[in-house]
């Protein structure tokens, strides 16, 4: 299975100094990580995020980017911008930004070309909301947004691609997919980029579980075969809760 990735999304939390204070709570818990670590820190917070991970075995994460090299995009900031400022991935296609932002798979789908283009990798975000859970479509809904935002790329690329599976009605909610229905999707996701590529390419590709993994269920859930790590939101907002989903991710 592919290589077990812990990624924290602060999301719209944590002033510049405020993001250093937490990562330097965090170093000396996650420095002997068996997995890869990464903080998704605001836009404002990239410049304190890197110059504390310097050195250490934590990356850092931008939360979204334009699909465009530059332009007249008022507020938007290129990957060739996170690029240039040292950033080595990207947050895309969180249901957030599709809900609130007018995010939509194919637009989605662009910002993954944008991103990969300059460089960078990418955390996709796919996931269903409640009610197309209820109506039985969670598989078809999410092998589309599977299939749109990989369009174009290359089997080479996809290794610079994580897919995180964040079903809508648990992100935020306290509700969490119990550890065989994330599995289930997780599994099913990775038939979709078998079906796209080869097996081989989907065995090796990192698909997360997100919504509302804490330090109390991380265990159970990573313990599932197609679960490869965490996107993880709120408990990435304290280091003791987060070192012990990194710890949990063997």
Not at 189 to 197: D, H
Request: glycine residues 12%.
């Amino acid at each position: 299975m592919g290589k077990y990735v812990i990624a924290g999304n602060w999301k719209m939390n944590k002033t510049p100094a405020e993001a250093t204070a937490l990562i330097n709570e965090l170093k000396p818990l996650v420095a002997n990580a068996s997995c890869d670590v990464i903080v998704g820190v605001p836009f404002v917070d990239l410049p304190a995020a890197l110059e504390a991970t310097a050195g250490t075995n934590i990356g850092v994460a931008a939360q979204n980017c334009h699909w465009k090299e530059s332009g007249a995009y008022t507020g938007e900031i290129s990957a060739a911008m996170l690029k240039a400022m040292g950033v080595g991935t990207v947050i895309l296609g969180h249901s957030e930004r599709r809900t609130y932002f007018g995010d939509t798979n194919e637009t989605v789908a662009q910002r993954v070309r944008g991103a990969l283009d300059a460089g960078l990798n990418v955390i996709l975000c796919v996931g269903e909301y409640l009610e197309q859970r209820e109506q039985g479509v969670t598989g078809e809904v999410v092998a589309m947004q599977t299939k749109i935002a990989l369009g174009g790329v290359s089997e080479e690329e996809l290794k610079r691609v994580i897919i995180a599976y964040e079903p809508v009605w648990a992100i935020g909610t306290g509700k969490t997919a119990t550890a065989e229905q994330a599995n289930e999707v997780c599994a099913l996701i990775r038939a979709t980029v078998a079906g796209l590529y080869n097996d081989a390419a989907a065995k090796a590709l990192t698909i997360q579980y997100g919504g509302s993994m804490n330090a109390g269920n991380a265990a159970d859930l990573l313990a599932q075969p197609d679960v490869d790590g965490g996107l993880i939101g709120g408990a990435a907002l304290k280091a003791n809760d987060f070192s012990i989903i990194v710890a949990a991710a063997k």
